[in-house]
């Protein structure tokens, strides 16, 4: 069982007045001092046992539920901080109406809410414009404005304990969904619009990533952030401070709340069903003295397995409806044909009389044993590959992120060119 204990403001350490506004420093550092206790690998944990709630702070802190093995050396790294996705005030609601209009006037003048943008997000294309494409926007929010870098980079470092010098923006961007009514209510009208109401599941290419919610929650149904590691645990209904919905999907109770988390996370923007969702999205990157040397690459290697395996299981399923409507839906198995006999040596008698037959060889008409696939269909089955992909992800969770004993120290020669002997090298 997962138990988070919230303590009073005053064991916890504040911002410095440079870093946030009163009111959103508040809120953070009265809910910040946590205590845990390991939870069992087995049995699901309850929605109540998984999230906190300050009253005072309006801060949610879920902790996803553990899927690596109990039995190997890292389990009591359980859980980490990365292992936490934040939901919390960030913005007052005069900044979030301001930044919704700016957001707004930029996306109607230029049309950026009107098609899918894949030159910025190749393999997931979204409806978005970046921030820097916003003069308004950007003052509003820089150093100037209301210095929103500091105080999200604040919070950031607040929660997961990584110092925010060490941060920087991979991306910042005003993304857009739409529902499907919307969508299709304006085609109907003459334009010409191919937006998006969700985003499939993804995991994004920094460390830390945050959605700020902009729209208010009466302009829109559904929307909300899904977590695949979340989506077998039941809302308790009888929680009426919880946020998160059914299938793992955290909703902010109102507009100005950031959610945060590890873009490690499988996550994707669950499906707006009516209205119209604008949120503030930043990937942030983190500086690689804070992360553990070789941990993101077995990580990343398995997930591309299990992508091969979903690939594989839908071909094949493919293959059996069209296999079972050319033979009136009598095979239950698609057959599966060899086709790799062309790069190999031919059966010739020259051949058997080199090699003593000591190898086999396959021809073009050599059909896949039934036991091999059956071998491979258990190996794609949809549920043991969302076990081995939550599982290889938990495990980078505990893993990743160093604690701050075994990270090395920053020097002042870091980023510098230095003299060398041979001229100039980047230390």
Known sequence: MIVETFFANNHVKCLSNCLLSASPR????????????????????????????NEESKHHIVTLPPFFPSEDQNYDAYPSPLHKVHVMPLLTDAETDN???????????????????????VSYPTVDFAVDECIELSHYLGASGIGFEERIFGALSLVYDVDAEDMSFLDLFCA?????????????S???????????????????SFTVLLSPLDEFEGGGTIFDALGDIVPDNHETNSILQPSGVIQPPRAGYAVLHSGKLLHGGHMVTKGQRI??????????????????GPAAKEWGRNDVRVFWNKRRHSLLEQQQRRNGGTREQPEWKLM?????????????????????????????????????????????????????????????????????EKT????????????????
């Not at 190996?379 to 076990?387: C, S």
């Open 26 to 53: 508040k809120m953070i550092s009265q809910a910040m001092t946590l205590h845990a206790t390991s939870t069992t690998h087995h049995a699901i944990p309850s929605a109540a046992t998984l999230i906190a709630y």
């Open 99 to 121: 930044l919704l209009q700016l957001a707004r006037t930029h996306a109607t003048e230029n049309k950026s809410w009107e098609q899918q943008d894949s030159s910025r997000h």
């Open 176 to 188: 857009s969904y739409e529902a499907k009514e919307c969508i299709d209510a304006s085609n109907e």
């Open 190 to 208: 003459g334009e010409d619009r191919n937006t998006m109401d969700h985003l499939d599941f993804h995991r994004d290419g920094s460390l830390l």
């Open 279 to 296: 949120v503030l999205v930043g990937f942030v990157d983190v500086h690689e003295r804070n992360m553990k040397s070789g941990a993101l």
């Open 340 to 408: 790799s006999g062309k790069y190999l040596s031919k059966d010739t008698e020259e051949r058997r009389l080199q090699t003593n037959k000591g190898r086999s060889y396959i021809d073009s008409n050599i059909t896949m044993p039934a036991n091999i696939v059956r071998n491979i269909e258990k190996r794609a089955g949809n549920a043991l590959i969302r076990k081995r992909r939550l599982a290889t992800e938990d495990k980078l969770l505990r893993e990743y992120l160093l604690p701050r004993n075994e990270r090395r």
């Open 412 to 427: 002042d020669k870091e980023g510098q060119f230095v003299e060398v002997m041979d001229g100039l090298m980047f230390e």
